[in-house]
């Protein structure tokens, strides 16, 4: 399931509950079986009627959030009192919204009463809620399974209100697991995409760590590794540059709201989902090689928003080579693999001298704070010293020191 993906570990590995977000959930039932919540997802191929019905649907559940947060904010601003409406109220006024999946409407509610949680909660990391805009490309709905109302059988998937669409099973469903939820989406290139939650019973046993290892964020490379080779991320971004820049270029000398205009960004829309996905398989295979490899492994816990920030005054900005790489996506992906197995990814925190060390004698140099100085010796023990390798190195202890 995409997304956006932050794994929130709310209770330690004892007898007590975890939950990892990302593409997985996972409860701790009793000492031995976990309940566990998983994303699949697959491509779909709809037919043309069924397009249609996808994307009366798509718009049917930006209109409902859309109005039901219009009424909250004015009923707000003449009550100052909260307004608590709901999808039904609307049918009357709008019987074409009867046309399509009840649920779909009702999880447009959920997620706009969620966006108001988080806003009056935590003001500070969240906004208001926001309207949703016709011209986004990347269009979803969500909707539950009652009663098998949603099933795989042979290479068809059921669906409320769209009936059997032709599915690709690339990989199979865990066995005796529940389809709980499923998401519909669309990307900028025209692809039609199912996501399935499922929830089975699977037995994770933790880890006693053996092999650790300590990873320090390279602002080209995506890593350098305490104990193996550096990640060399082959910058897809900048590589595919040329051909993205001259299909921008195109785009924007067509004329509005015509026929060839919609053809030209389709074709950038297929650029940029071709850099996506090498960016995401690469970032799967690095993150399953090192998972598969160790059983503790430390990060920093760093800000790549604030690192990808022009600075006031500075003549330069790490924007793009920060978004390219795809640091938070990477460690997103390591801990829930980790976690898995039983095993974990330590963060360290970011106030943490890693590149003043010396991981021989221990002496900290404070002329490291300076990014130039690559390469360093210590004045102590006379090792001489890469700065990014020597950090790693530094993270690893603390990861072993941390976890023990």
């Known amino acids: 399931m995409e997304g956006h993906v932050l794994v929130k570990k709310l209770l330690s590995a004892d ?16 000492r031995q079986v976990m309940i566990v919540n998983k994303a699949y997802r697959y491509r779909i191929y709809p037919t043309r009627e069924q397009k249609m019905m996808f994307a009366k649907t798509f718009g049917c559940v930006r209109f409902i959030y859309n109005k039901m947060l219009s009424d909250r904010i004015d009923y707000y601003k003449e009550t100052g009192q909260k307004l608590n409406n709901t999808p039904a109220q609307y049918k009357e006024e709008f019987p074409w919204l009867k046309e399509v999946d009840s649920l779909a409407l009702a999880n447009a509610q959920m997620n706009l009463n969620k966006a108001y949680s988080h806003f009056w909660n935590d003001s500070q990391h969240f906004g208001k809620p926001r309207f949703k805009s016709k011209k986004n490309r990347r269009a979803s709905y969500s909707t ?18 769209v009936g059997w669409v032709k599915l690709c099973q690339h990989r199979p469903l865990p066995e005796n697991s529940i389809i709980k939820t499923v998401t519909i989406s669309q990307t900028p290139s025209g692809k039609y995409y199912i996501s399935m939650l499922v929830e ?3 037995q994770i046993l933790p880890v006693i760590p053996k092999t650790f290892l300590g990873l320090d964020f390279a602002m080209h490379g995506l890593y350098v590794a305490s104990d193996e080779d550096e990640a060399k991320y082959p910058d ?11 299909a921008q270029r195109k785009l924007s000398q067509k004329q509005k709201e015509s026929h060839n205009r919609e053809k030209q960004r389709l074709r950038v829309a297929i650029l940029h989902e071709k850099v996506a996905n090498q960016r995401r ?9 090192l998972a598969d490899r160790y059983d503790v492994i430390g990060i920093e816990d760093i800000s790549v928003k604030a690192m990808a920030k022009r600075k006031k005054g500075g003549k330069f900005s790490f924007g793009k080579s920060v978004a390219d790489n795809g640091w938070n996506m990477f460690t997103n992906m390591l801990e829930y693999k980790l976690a898995w197995q039983g095993k974990k990814l330590i963060k360290i925190d970011k106030w943490y001298p890693s590149s003043q060390l010396c ?3 221990g002496y900290q140099n404070h002329e490291t704070k300076d990014l130039s100085v690559r390469e360093w010796d210590c004045p102590k023990c006379g090792s001489h010293h890469n700065r990014d390798k020597n950090a790693a190195i530094n993270i690893r202890e603390e990861a072993r020191r941390i976890s023990a």
Do not use: M, T, W
Request: with cysteine; charged share 40%; aromatic share 10%.
């Open 144 to 161: 539950n399974n009652q009663k098998g109302s949603v099933r795989i059988e042979g290479h068809k998937v059921k669906l409320p209100k």
């Open 236 to 246: 897809f971004l900048r590589k595919a540059g040329k051909r993205l820049a001259k």
């Open 359 to 361: 991981h021989v004698c």
């Open 281 to 289: 398989d690469f970032l799967h295979k690095k993150a399953r090689y």
């Open 15 to 30: 007898n007590r509950r975890r939950s990892y977000r990302d593409n997985s959930q996972v409860y701790r039932k009793s």
């Open 200 to 202: 089975y019973e699977n």
